[in-house]
């Protein structure tokens, strides 16, 4: 009978975005960046919440790693740039400027959400 193999990857920093980035470079061996933010209200309600993840592919280049590590050093604060009203494909601009195009990306998201009908499943 298969075992799955289990482990435990300590937390480094106490900072949520770095011990995930810590856990996936320690358990899953992937290389990745993580910027995570909190905006909230005056009585303490959040206002704001949101992130990034990038994950580097094992065939990418030494020049790629070169500008996603100056990206994200320019990046700053996830929460200034929420607070600021910075939108999702402002930041995926600056995370990807130099190795990609995104001025002409468009992203959008339109959630669908029951009923959970198969003939209904089809178009989505």
Same mark, same amino acid.
């Given at each position: 009978?298969?075992?799955?193999?289990?482990?435990?990857?300590?937390?480094?920093?106490?900072?949520?975005?770095?011990?995930?980035?810590?856990?996936?470079?320690?358990?899953?061996? +992937?290389?990745?960046?993580?910027?995570?933010?909190?905006? $909230?209200?005056?009585?303490?309600? =959040? !206002?704001? #919440?949101?992130?990034?993840?990038?994950?580097?592919?094992?065939?990418?280049?030494?020049?790629?790693?070169?500008?996603?590590?100056?990206?994200?050093g320019l990046l700053g604060s996830t929460t200034s740039?929420?607070?600021?009203? +910075?939108?999702?494909?402002?930041?995926?601009?600056?995370? $990807?400027?130099?190795?990609?195009? =995104? !001025?002409? #990306?468009?992203?959008?998201?339109?959630?669908?959400?029951?009923?959970?009908?198969?003939s209904d499943l089809d178009s989505r």
């Amino acid at each position: 009978f298969y075992k799955p193999y289990t482990g435990v990857v300590p937390i480094s920093t106490g900072e949520v975005a770095e011990d995930i980035a810590y856990y996936l470079a320690a358990s899953e061996q +992937t290389n990745s960046a993580i910027g995570l933010g909190v905006v $909230l209200n005056e009585d303490g309600s =959040v !206002k704001k #919440a949101g992130g990034w993840h990038v994950q580097v592919l094992p065939m990418a280049s030494d020049q790629t790693l070169t500008f996603l590590e100056a990206n994200i050093g320019l990046l700053g604060s996830t929460t200034s740039l929420l607070a600021n009203g +910075t939108s999702t494909i402002e930041i995926a601009r600056e995370l $990807l400027s130099g190795l990609a195009d =995104v !001025k002409t #990306a468009t992203f959008e998201l339109k959630p669908t959400y029951g009923p959970c009908v198969d003939s209904d499943l089809d178009s989505r």
